[in-house]
Each structure stands twice: as structure tokens, then as C-alpha cells.
């Protein structure tokens, strides 16, 4: 009995050629990798700069996480971005906050964490408004 393989060729499309495109098209689909994210200088106002550019290039944020040294972002997909640079007491880290997104209390920013770690965590709120993609 020969089984009928018809329903998923396409017409005018030799069948290996199409096997290939769609084992290209799969491996394509597979290796799409983000670029690592990082600026590892000391400048604040550079950081802040790398973090307005390269912004476009993560999913909706999710996290920031500021440790002694720098702060990473965390996107919904696991991605991340270090900004070396800008800490728990520098000034910009507010800047950094507000247009991440991040939910935080100005006048206990610069406090140190709360327990033994020596990191501190926001969290992002939802950034697009309620109903944004309705259509009436």
C-alpha cells in the first residue's frame, strides 16, 4: 500500500527543495540567539545611555536586580543586560528605575537590603496601559 503524501507538498515545488527549506527555515527558527548585553565601563551616564539603546532589543522587563558592583536586567524570556556602572548609591539609579519601568519608593532606594544579601530586586510593573490593544 503506497501512503499518499500529497496533502502536505506544495504545488510547483520540487519535494526535496521543500524538505530543505523547511529544515532551513526549523534550524533558523532554533538558533535565533540574543547577543550578550553588557557595558562593563564605570560611567553611570554611559550605562544609562547603553540601557536607552539597547532597550529595543529585550522582551517586556520583568526585574532589575542592583548589587554592589552594577544592575542586571532581566526581561519575561530569562534574557539579561549588565550595566557596570551604576550601583545602590549612585544617583542614577532612579533614573535607571523610572524608565525601566521598576516599582520603588524614591526615599528608601539608596538604603542598603534588608537580611544578608547584598543585593536589591524590583520588580517592573505591567508598562502598557489597560486596553492599549483593543479596537473598537
Known amino acids: 500500500m503506497v501512503e499518499d503524501t500529497s496533502y502536505y507538498r506544495h504545488p510547483g515545488i520540487d519535494f526535496r527543495l ?40 529585550m522582551r517586556a522587563l520583568r526585574r532589575l536586580i542592583v548589587g554592589p558592583t552594577g544592575t542586571w536586567v532581566r526581561d519575561m524570556n530569562g534574557e539579561e543586560m549588565w550595566l557596570r556602572g551604576i550601583g545602590p548609591d549612585d544617583p542614577e539609579l532612579v533614573t535607571l528605575l523610572t524608565q525601566a519601568g521598576a516599582s520603588f519608593n524614591p526615599k528608601t532606594v539608596h538604603e542598603p537590603p534588608v537580611g544578608h544579601s547584598a543585593e536589591k530586586e524590583f520588580q517592573v510593573t505591567k508598562q502598557d496601559p489597560w486596553g492599549h490593544d483593543r479596537v473598537i
Not at 526549523?26 to 536607552?52: I, K, S, T, W
Open 18 to 57: 521543500q524538505t530543505r527549506l523547511s529544515a532551513s527555515i526549523f534550524l533558523l527558527n532554533q538558533g535565533d540567539v540574543m547577543p550578550e548585553l553588557r557595558y562593563d565601563g564605570n560611567d553611570a551616564q554611559e550605562a544609562l545611555a547603553f540601557f536607552r539603546t539597547h532597550r529595543q532589543e
